[in-house]
């Protein structure tokens, strides 16, 4: 509402060529002033800049349609047209990114086109000054497709199993940039293929870049030798690597074994073995329940097929299930192993029941655990933080498990002695 009087406002009209435009301007901000009247009145529209128009018409105080009736010259109105079309464009990219709904690389993406701005991006968005510059510098470098020539080494096998997109290779580049932190690690390079895998993995999680899913290639197939040093004890390690859609394919035609999760005669050998089913929580908690009962089909078809191939249970110390993506629990949540186990429980019943069984028949350890690689942001294409704690657990359980190996070596001595 005007805080004018009538006269007070027939006295400014009447002069209002000669008031500096930044008190009309004002005037017209705080609907004290009308444009129409002070146009009416002798105000020369076409020395108003561009941007005044540009904000009275954002804050409703200007209907742009009638800026020609007005005078303005039509090819300032067109572009005016334009420039708020642009700032429109602009903000719903903002906006995106505001809220968790662009990944980084659509955000380099625009930034390079101009669909956003570093002014921008450092105004309307929570992006700082860091963090525009990595968004700027973000490459991400193919993996490379070649599997070992040699048999996998003497030691403890360790698999991933899971769905495609599931994070097993977030979780294996997290568990070697955990151990590579700590030196607990020794690279044996008869793996050497391996090892370039895991150096471009573990370079891209400390570059906060997600690694990429594994192809789905039989020559995709790789193992990662090492030794874990830890509390003492020297433990031959061989990580196997390869694409959750084998472990589908697997699950759903036992005939493929042989090339998928058997690629190479990994997983018949006479190692013994820890497996890791990783469970993906985001698939529940985006609600996603044909792929969560997807998910456990897949999961219960494998545990049956394993139950009989080659003595693939009977040789696992541990089968771990690791409900991945724990960062998604719901807030609050004090224990997040206890939340992993009671929703592995509720919702892969049948799972669970199967592998119970299957502990009692092959005597191996079930361990149900929660994992999260750390705190992701732009629609979980980027790792802002890095989780150490759920590594540095799984480290742990991998050492005490495969101590058995030396325990089982000296109790199997102390009988043959006896013979």
């Not at 200007?62 to 602009?90: F, H, P, T, W, Y």
């Not at 030794?227 to 005939?255: H, R, T, Y």
């Not at 469970?279 to 897949?298: H, L």
């Not at 394993?306 to 807030?331: E, H, M, R, T, W």
Request: with cysteine; net charge negative; proline share 2%.
């Amino acid at each position: 509402m005007s805080k004018f009087t009538a006269l007070q406002r027939e006295a400014i009209l009447r002069r209002i060529s000669d008031v500096p435009l930044q008190s009309v301007f004002k005037f017209i901000d705080n609907s004290e002033l009308t444009l129409d009247e002070c146009v009416e009145n002798g105000l020369v529209i076409n020395d108003i800049p561009i941007n005044q128009f540009e904000k009275w018409i954002k804050q409703s105080l200007l209907d742009l349609d009638k800026l020609a009736d007005l005078g303005l010259n039509l090819s300032l109105v067109e572009e005016i047209r334009k420039s708020i079309e642009r700032s429109e464009e602009l903000q719903e990219n903002y906006d995106l990114i505001n809220d968790d709904m662009m990944i980084i690389q659509d955000i380099q993406k625009h930034l390079r086109s101009g669909g956003v701005t570093e002014e921008g991006l450092l105004e309307k968005t929570t992006i700082d000054k860091e963090l525009l510059n990595e968004i700027k510098g973000y490459e991400k470098k193919e993996h490379p497709s070649q599997n070992n020539d040699v048999a996998l080494i003497k030691g403890t096998d360790i698999f991933f199993f899971g769905k495609a997109s599931s994070g097993k290779t977030c979780v294996l580049a997290s568990i070697f940039n955990y151990a590579e932190r700590k030196g607990l690690f020794i690279d044996n390079m008869v793996s050497i293929h391996g090892i370039n895998y895991k150096n471009l993995i573990v370079n891209e999680l400390k570059n906060s870049i997600l690694p990429d899913s594994t192809p789905a290639e039989k020559k995709a197939v790789t193992y990662i030798s090492t030794e874990l040093i830890l509390d003492g004890e020297a433990n031959p390690l061989n990580f196997v690597e390869m694409s959750g859609e084998f472990f589908s394919k697997a699950a759903q035609d036992p005939k493929e074994i042989n090339n998928t999760i058997d690629a190479h005669g990994y997983l018949s050998n006479s190692n013994k073995k820890l497996l890791f089913f990783i469970v993906d929580y985001k698939m529940y908690s985006d609600n996603e329940k044909s792929s969560v009962s997807s998910q456990a089909n897949d999961f219960n078809n494998l545990v049956g097929i394993l139950d009989g191939y080659k003595k693939a249970l009977q040789n696992a110390y541990c089968v771990y299930i690791v409900v991945n993506k724990s960062d998604k629990f719901p807030k609050g949540t004090v224990d997040k192993n206890d939340f992993a186990k009671s929703f592995f429980m509720k919702n892969f019943k049948s799972v669970y029941t199967n592998l119970k069984q299957k502990e009692k028949k092959h005597n191996f350890d079930l361990r149900i655990l929660h994992y999260s690689i750390g705190n992701l942001i732009f629609k979980n294409s980027y790792l802002s933080s890095i989780n150490y704690d759920c590594p540095k657990n799984i480290i742990q359980s991998i050492s005490q498990q495969a101590y058995r190996k030396n325990e089982d070596s000296v109790i199997g001595k102390f009988f043959k002695s006896k013979e």
